[in-house]
């Protein structure tokens, strides 16, 4: 191994109130262990239904479940955390004691589809400042604008933890030893890309714009935009966004036909916003459309949906235009 600064001296150097740090603590400490039982897959004990359904009316996994309660059951247990909210739960929980400062959101196990594929997966985590030791819901609806810290973990071929406080973004990769090691230190989108992520399954029932976009990529070389482009889609958000701050690219989960009321798949508060503040943080654009930030949203429901495009900057450009 090499000398690299560990998770937590790379926190002692960071700007930011010892509340927060210690949030950050407890989700990098917490990350790990849900990184086990995700490794220990069928040994874990943790493949397979829970035979439940959450609020969004989606099948649980086992593992949605237990990632769930470890997420919980941890922060709650920390003096300065006020409260959580997270997909797999109907309502925000405040925390028993009175002593908290910061409300955690969080996506415990996102892309569960993947779960019993061995497929990467993830947990993405919001942090907001709150107004009372104990909180209610509508303490949470803040725009993402106001988000303190947010990150996610990966559980891909590495463990990796991806994080911001506001001040760029950085990577760590959990080590053998159970340790997190910083060994992305600034991470940047390029502003150009030739990638894109989209479900092609659902193309027949996105609006106008999003169908123009991608059809001039398919046309690549020959059509407007003058390039080939290539796809991804890994059906797990956290992926997808992974390797757009790795090396660029777009994602798109757009509004669409099939239930019109809905304003997209993806939500708002722990993975939307999350997601959009990294992304910015690290150069990109993470709007709804091309033009609106998702981190300007003012929030109105803790489970809101929305339409997501976000991205390599001038790409996310390119959709706004088409
Ligand atoms: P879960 O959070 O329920 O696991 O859903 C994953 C997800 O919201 C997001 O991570 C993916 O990008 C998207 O769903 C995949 O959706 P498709 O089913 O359309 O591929």
Redesign the pocket.
């Known amino acids: 191994m090499t000398d690299r600064p560990s998770f937590d001296a790379h926190l002692a150097a960071v700007q930011a109130p010892d509340g927060l740090k210690t949030v950050l603590e407890v989700l990098a400490q917490t990350c790990a262990e849900i990184s086990d039982l995700v490794a220990g897959g069928a040994l874990s004990g943790v493949l397979g239904a829970s035979g439940a359904v959450n609020v969004q009316d989606?099948e649980q996994k086992k593992l949605?479940v237990i990632a769930n309660d470890i997420l919980t059951d941890a922060l709650l247990a920390s003096p300065v955390v006020a409260g959580v909210g997270s997909?797999e739960m109907d309502v925000t929980q405040p925390a028993a004691h009175a002593t908290g400062e910061y409300l955690v959101m969080f996506?415990p196990?996102?892309?569960?589809?993947n779960i019993d594929i061995n497929a990467p997966?993830g947990t993405i985590f919001s942090v907001l400042k709150g107004f009372s030791p104990t909180p209610t819901e509508a303490d949470f609806l803040q725009p993402g604008r106001r988000q303190v810290a947010a990150g996610y973990a990966l559980y891909g071929a590495q463990t990796m933890l991806v994080l911001t406080t506001g001040a760029g973004v950085t990577g760590f990769t959990l080590a053998a030893d159970g340790s997190w090691v910083l060994t992305h230190p600034d991470i940047r989108i390029p502003a150009d890309t030739k990638e894109f992520a989209i479900?092609m399954?659902?193309q027949r029932h996105w609006a106008g714009g999003v169908q123009r976009y991608i059809a001039a990529c398919l046309e690549g070389a020959d059509g407007p935009r003058g390039k080939n482009f290539n796809m991804r889609?890994?059906?797990?958000?956290?992926a997808?966004v992974h390797r757009i701050l790795m090396r660029g690219g777009v994602f798109l989960?757009p509004w669409d036909r099939r239930e019109p009321e809905k304003a997209g798949?993806?939500?708002l508060m722990y993975?939307g916003n999350p997601m959009a503040f990294l992304v910015e943080q690290a150069g990109g654009k993470a709007t709804l459309d091309g033009v609106a930030s998702i981190l300007d949203v003012v929030p109105e429901r803790l489970h809101q949906r929305i339409p997501v495009a976000l991205g390599s900057a001038n790409e996310v450009d390119q959709i706004a235009a088409a």
């Open positions: 989606e949605d997909e996506d196990l996102d892309g569960s589809s997966v479900n399954s659902n889609w890994v059906a797990a958000m956290v997808d989960y798949k993806l939500r993975e």
